[in-house]
């Protein structure tokens, strides 16, 4: 290495904790699953199994989290439950409840509760 040159730093991919590490419609097809399985009260071990995963997989851990920060399921040590926004996704009273609770969903992760907030908030009058 001469003296202009500079190490290379490792690159380190940043994610944010406010937002899902996968979409929504992920996230359906991942408690579609749950679903299967009764969608109550079903252990982690089970599910991973059901979508051939590992429970300690980060493909799965990353599902069951984005899952959780869309609302879609809920979670008691190592037991899922798909939450009733979730069955009102899967299993729909009609098609306005389900849009409904598509757009609840959207707009359950931190990160996008802040940003329509900001996009809500009226400019202050001067």
């Not at 493909?59 to 979670?75: D, E, M, P, Y």
């Not at 190592?78 to 009102?88: D, F, I, N, Q």
């Not at 098609?95 to 969903?105: G, I, L, Q, R, Y």
């Amino acid at each position: 290495m001469t003296i202009n040159e500079q190490p290379k730093e490792k690159q380190v991919k940043l994610r944010s904790r406010l937002y899902p590490r996968y979409d929504l419609e992920d996230s359906i097809k991942f408690i579609e699953s749950l679903n299967k399985l009764g969608g109550n009260n079903i252990s982690t071990s089970a599910l991973g199994a059901e979508v051939g995963k590992g429970i300690n997989n980060s493909t799965f851990t990353g599902r069951v989290s984005s899952s959780k920060q869309f609302g879609l399921i809920n979670q008691d040590s190592r037991r899922l439950s798909v939450s009733a926004l979730g069955k009102e996704i899967l299993i729909p009273r009609n098609n306005t409840a389900k849009s409904t609770a598509t757009t609840t969903a959207l707009s359950t992760p931190d990160l996008t509760k802040k940003l329509l907030k900001t996009l809500t908030v009226k400019p202050s009058q001067t």
